[in-house]
């Protein structure tokens, strides 16, 4: 029984070690893409509220992504002109989007697309481990309370290479 239990006990122990060899834990590039700019935005007043992402080089999911959402006070429109300078410093320029306009936000439904801008034409990948495309970066503004406005941003980078 006690031999049992510790074959099964290095059995496990095994398959995590080759796990962990084969999948290491490899750094979210979307994440520090999305870094300059959200730290001009908490450089000018907005908090950060949450972030998570994914570098995209496991077996279930090959596409780095990276979100975070931030609160700010004061209006929509404070918050509109405070994304668009930090986004013009980090080297974007935004397109607000509309159901005619929506670059790679296919899945945004066309009540909410007004909220949204995006940029999938400023940046490309510089990653070697990622395929060749744009950076694609979206920015969502939503009054959260009255006096609040809640910015989310996207980071989308190509798949990673097989």
């Known amino acids: 029984m006690v031999v049992g239990l510790l074959i099964l006990v290095g059995a496990v122990w095994g398959a995590v070690a080759v796990y962990r060899s084969l999948f290491p834990k490899t750094p979210n590039y979307a994440q520090e893409v999305a870094e300059p ?49 930090v986004a013009k410093e980090d080297g974007y320029t935004l397109t607000h989007a509309s159901p005619q306009s929506r670059g790679h936000l296919d899945a945004v439904a066309d009540i909410y697309i007004n909220d949204w801008y995006f940029d999938i034409t400023s940046k490309k990948s510089t990653f070697p481990d990622l395929q060749d495309g744009p950076v694609k970066f979206a920015v969502q503004l939503g009054e959260e309370e009255p006096h609040y406005t809640a910015i989310r941003i996207q980071v989308r980078l190509p798949l990673s290479k097989p």
């Open 37 to 85: 700019f959200e730290k001009g935005l908490m450089a000018r007043g907005a908090s950060r509220v949450s972030s998570g992402g994914d570098a995209g080089r496991g077996l279930d999911n090959r596409e780095p992504y990276y979100d975070a959402t931030f609160r700010l006070a004061g209006t929509r429109d404070r918050a509109e002109e405070l994304v668009s300078a």
